[in-house]
């Protein structure tokens, strides 16, 4: 009886089977991918029987599949996914009765790649999409898996979906034949007799992949154009497709995109590739083309040759093709005049402009050429126009983010002040730091002169997050500078501040309730609903101000109120840590609220400290940071040191207190008295 070797040696066994455990996000695909590669890898060092068969393309194979149902698996199941990699060795076929004495296997016996995608999903069915139209960018994993594995399922248990397939290890090399001259098949191909030195990863594969993966209506290459003979699928494609998406898509610079293009095409699929972009707009969703009258950029130009990228881009732009970069939509590739480059050495060849279309609009037409060809294949010319519209879809995402990003800057502008006063015998610091990702910061900050020998001091936090908060934020600081400049003290000032927000809050909780009568007695709503994110937002500030000693000697004296807001602390001379203020109630929550102000000396040498509660309420598990008088702690540490190396230091504990970045804006200013006693 013959036994499969790997059941030999339970050890052996165990190192041909490894296992992973993925995160049920986005990420998790690249990770399955380098899971794939690093297990060849283990396999190839440790020389395990069959692993001296396992080739690149076969890991091209396998990354390609696993990528695609580890995909499916975190859309559509969202939770961790498990990745198994075994290399079963070669089981020999047992005799069968019915079998002729001394029959001959049809082939040696093979090893075998198993991989299994695992989810924790049991219910979610698992079924191939017939109709394949209906999507351009996901949804191929079980047609790709039924066309390129030998052996595949879905396992349901309990608790977990496993769908898994076997790709065989080694099989027999399929001999590609030769172009065949005497017919002139390949001659109106190639009149060089280069084909040869095209890509021969994509052509001796017959390219079937660019067809699975484009969107209907497949467009079969012409019949002078197909090889004589096809594999199936051409997985070098596919997985050339799979990484590229993986690059392009984590780009948020259009340029950067263009520039990723260029060199994902050259070599593989042209000698040289040029982007032009239609900036139109700035860039902005949706649009993306050119005003009357302007000219596409050109953004990029690549080549093969370095030495040569220089020349190519001044050919370019002197005569640049005129067909696809006039603005005008459509997504097909069309053929255009070989550029005339008077250092080049070849006398001309192929060139093909694919526009970069997304969302309906032209974002812009990429130009790739290979010499000495009259015309690029059928198959190559579906494999670029695939890779294009990723391309395009990754620069419609990037400049959405620059638009978004150029909002956000400019929202920052004008909702920061442009810088701080100086304030004599007070030397100041401040950090602000918008949370990771935010759109605009809730949190602000502002520093004075109020004139009359005032300097007015303001850190706040709107509830809440995004342009909403930001919107109140934009409120807020104006109002602020406005009623000290006209003379009114701190205490006047948050009244006055308190009472027009209270009333926009009134205002917006009439509103909800005029709708909600209205709707109770079967009438229309007088009124428009606002949306959740558009109600009043309230508001804790500190707010102070400062008015220097006079002479010269250093000091001041401060007098400041807390609506809401974390306490401000002051580090004496002595190292002592004291709070100077009492806690009163959000601004905006009750008009009638009356607020009382504080007003103390802020001796030479003396530090104020004030913070936004991104600060005291950064989290380390349960944890908070100014839990048991942290915050005094971190201040007290700081005895003797300068205004900007304390609030450094503080924000360096800040950010030290938690291993993964604050999940709220950061804000805090450090006054510091200067000079000797009046």
Same mark, same amino acid.
Not at 17 to 25: H, Y
Not at 258 to 281: E, F, M, N
Not at 610 to 620: F, I, K, Q, Y
Not at 652 to 670: E, I, S
């Given at each position: 009886?013959?036994?499969?070797?790997?059941?030999?040696?339970?050890?052996?066994?165990?190192?041909?089977?490894?296992?992973?455990?993925?995160?049920?996000?986005?990420?998790?695909?690249?990770?399955?991918?380098?899971?794939?590669?690093?297990?060849?890898?283990?396999?190839?060092?440790?020389?395990?029987?069959?692993?001296?068969?396992?080739?690149?393309?076969?890991?091209?194979?396998?990354?390609?599949?696993?990528?695609?149902?580890?995909?499916?698996?975190?859309?559509?199941?969202?939770?961790?996914?498990?990745?198994?990699?075994?290399?079963?060795?070669?089981?020999?076929?047992?005799?069968?009765?019915?079998?002729?004495?001394?029959?001959?296997?049809?082939?040696?016996?093979?090893?075998?790649?198993?991989?299994?995608?695992?989810?924790?999903?049991?219910?979610?069915?698992?079924?191939?999409?017939?109709?394949?139209?209906?999507?351009?960018?996901?949804?191929?994993?079980?047609?790709?898996?039924?066309?390129?594995?030998?052996?595949?399922?879905?396992?349901?248990?309990?608790?977990?979906?496993?769908?898994?397939?076997?790709?065989?290890?080694?099989?027999?090399?399929?001999?590609?034949?030769?172009?065949?001259?005497?017919?002139?098949?390949?001659?109106?191909?190639?009149?060089?007799?280069?084909?040869?030195?095209?890509?021969?990863?994509?052509?001796?594969?017959?390219?079937?992949?660019?067809?699975?993966?484009?969107?209907?209506?497949?467009?079969?290459?012409?019949?002078?154009?197909?090889?004589?003979?096809?594999?199936?699928?051409?997985?070098?494609?596919?997985?050339?497709?799979?990484?590229?998406?993986?690059?392009?898509?984590?780009?948020?610079?259009?340029?950067?995109?263009?520039?990723?293009?260029?060199?994902?095409?050259?070599?593989?699929?042209?000698?040289?590739?040029?982007?032009?972009?239609?900036?139109?707009?700035?860039?902005?969703?949706?649009?993306?083309?050119?005003?009357?009258?302007?000219?596409?950029?050109?953004?990029?130009?690549?080549?093969?040759?370095?030495?040569?990228?220089?020349?190519?881009?001044?050919?370019?732009?002197?005569?640049?093709?005129?067909?696809?970069?006039?603005?005008?939509?459509?997504?097909?590739?069309?053929?255009?005049?070989?550029?005339?480059?008077?250092?080049?050495?070849?006398?001309?060849?192929?060139?093909?402009?694919?526009?970069?279309?997304?969302?309906?609009?032209?974002?812009?037409?990429?130009?790739?050429?290979?010499?000495?060809?009259?015309?690029?294949?059928?198959?190559?010319?579906?494999? !670029?126009?695939?890779?294009?519209?990723? /391309? =395009?879809? &990754?620069? *419609?995402? +990037?400049?959405?983010?620059? $638009?978004? %990003?150029?909002?956000?800057?400019?929202?920052?502008?004008?909702?920061?002040?442009?810088?701080?006063?100086?304030?004599?015998?007070?030397?100041?610091?401040?950090?602000?730091?918008?949370?990771?990702?935010?759109?605009?910061?809730?949190?602000?900050?502002?520093?004075?002169?109020?004139?009359?020998?005032?300097?007015?001091?303001?850190?706040?936090?709107?509830?809440?997050?995004?342009?909403?908060?930001?919107?109140?934020?934009?409120?807020?600081?104006?109002?602020?500078?406005?009623?000290?400049?006209?003379?009114?003290?701190?205490?006047?000032?948050?009244?006055?501040?308190?009472?027009?927000?209270?009333?926009?809050?009134?205002?917006?909780?009439? !509103?909800?309730?005029?709708?909600?009568? /209205? =709707?109770? &007695?079967? *009438?229309? +709503?007088?009124?428009?609903? $606002?949306? %959740?994110?558009?109600?009043?937002?309230?508001?804790?500030?500190?707010?102070?101000?400062?008015?220097?000693?006079?002479?010269?000697?250093?000091?001041?004296?401060?007098?400041?109120?807390?609506?809401?807001?974390?306490?401000?602390?002051?580090?004496?001379?002595?190292?002592?840590?004291?709070?100077?203020?009492?806690?009163?109630?959000?601004?905006?929550?009750?008009?009638?609220?009356?607020?009382?102000?504080?007003?103390?000396?802020?001796?030479?040498?003396?530090?104020?400290?004030?913070?936004?509660?991104?600060?005291?309420?950064?989290?380390?598990?349960?944890?908070?940071?100014?839990?048991?008088?942290?915050?005094?702690?971190?201040?007290?540490?700081?005895?003797?040191?300068?205004?900007? /190396?304390?609030?450094?230091?503080?924000?360096?504990?800040?950010?030290?207190?938690?291993?993964?970045?604050?999940?709220?804006?950061?804000?805090?200013?450090?006054?510091?008295?200067?000079?000797?006693?009046?």
């Amino acid at each position: 009886m013959t036994t499969s070797a790997g059941r030999d040696d339970v050890a052996e066994a165990a190192t041909r089977s490894l296992r992973a455990t993925l995160p049920g996000d986005p990420r998790a695909a690249a990770a399955a991918r380098q899971f794939v590669r690093a297990a060849f890898a283990d396999w190839t060092a440790r020389r395990l029987p069959g692993a001296d068969r396992l080739t690149e393309p076969l890991a091209d194979e396998a990354v390609l599949l696993v990528s695609e149902l580890v995909t499916n698996a975190v859309v559509h199941a969202g939770t961790t996914v498990d990745v198994l990699c075994r290399l079963d060795p070669a089981e020999e076929r047992l005799p069968h009765p019915d079998d002729p004495p001394d029959t001959a296997p049809a082939e040696p016996p093979r090893p075998g790649l198993v991989v299994e995608v695992s989810d924790r999903h049991p219910t979610q069915p698992v079924r191939a999409r017939e109709d394949t139209g209906a999507y351009e960018a996901g949804g191929h994993g079980l047609r790709l898996i039924s066309a390129v594995a030998e052996a595949w399922g879905v396992t349901y248990r309990r608790a977990m979906k496993t769908v898994w397939f076997r790709l065989p290890v080694g099989g027999p090399d399929v001999a590609w034949p030769e172009p065949d001259t005497a017919d002139g098949a390949y001659d109106a191909l190639d009149p060089h007799g280069t084909y040869g030195a095209l890509d021969e990863e994509i052509f001796r594969q017959g390219l079937r992949a660019s067809e699975l993966l484009a969107p209907v209506p497949r467009r079969p290459a012409p019949p002078e154009d197909r090889p004589a003979r096809e594999r199936g699928v051409d997985s070098g494609a596919l997985s050339f497709l799979a990484e590229a998406s993986d690059l392009l898509s984590g780009q948020l610079d259009a340029d950067q995109v263009a520039s990723l293009a260029c060199q994902l095409i050259v070599p593989r699929l042209s000698d040289w590739c040029a982007v032009w972009l239609h900036d139109g707009d700035g860039g902005a969703p949706g649009r993306g083309l050119a005003e009357a009258g302007e000219a596409p950029r050109l953004a990029r130009v690549w080549h093969q040759s370095e030495g040569r990228i220089d020349s190519l881009r001044a050919a370019l732009e002197k005569e640049p093709p005129g067909l696809g970069l006039d603005g005008a939509v459509g997504s097909r590739p069309v053929p255009v005049p070989w550029p005339h480059e008077p250092a080049g050495p070849e006398p001309g060849g192929a060139a093909l402009a694919c526009p970069l279309v997304a969302g309906g609009r032209r974002l812009g037409t990429l130009l790739l050429g290979r010499a000495g060809l009259r015309r690029f294949p059928g198959e190559v010319v579906a494999l !670029a126009e695939d890779l294009c519209r990723r /391309a =395009a879809r &990754a620069m *419609a995402t +990037a400049r959405a983010y620059s $638009r978004q %990003e150029r909002i956000s800057r400019v929202l920052q502008r004008r909702l920061l002040p442009q810088g701080r006063a100086r304030v004599p015998g007070v030397a100041s610091a401040v950090v602000y730091e918008p949370r990771e990702g935010a759109w605009a910061g809730g949190d602000f900050w502002d520093l004075f002169d109020a004139g009359d020998d005032r300097w007015c001091f303001a850190l706040g936090d709107v509830c809440g997050s995004g342009p909403e908060a930001a919107a109140v934020t934009g409120l807020a600081r104006p109002v602020l500078r406005l009623l000290a400049r006209d003379g009114f003290g701190v205490a006047e000032v948050l009244d006055r501040l308190n009472k027009t927000m209270a009333r926009e809050a009134a205002d917006s909780v009439a !509103a909800v309730a005029a709708a909600v009568a /209205a =709707a109770g &007695a079967g *009438a229309e +709503a007088p009124v428009e609903i $606002r949306e %959740e994110g558009e109600q009043a937002r309230f508001l804790s500030l500190l707010y102070g101000e400062i008015v220097p000693y006079r002479g010269g000697s250093g000091g001041a004296r401060c007098t400041l109120a807390s609506a809401g807001h974390p306490l401000p602390l002051v580090l004496g001379t002595d190292g002592a840590v004291r709070v100077v203020a009492a806690p009163q109630m959000l601004l905006g929550v009750v008009e009638e609220a009356a607020y009382v102000s504080e007003s103390f000396d802020l001796c030479p040498g003396e530090t104020l400290l004030c913070v936004t509660d991104g600060v005291t309420e950064r989290r380390c598990g349960r944890r908070l940071f100014d839990d048991e008088d942290g915050l005094a702690s971190a201040l007290a540490a700081t005895a003797g040191r300068s205004a900007e /190396a304390i609030a450094e230091h503080i924000r360096r504990t800040v950010h030290a207190f938690g291993p993964t970045p604050p999940d709220d804006d950061l804000a805090l200013m450090v006054l510091q008295a200067a000079g000797g006693c009046p």
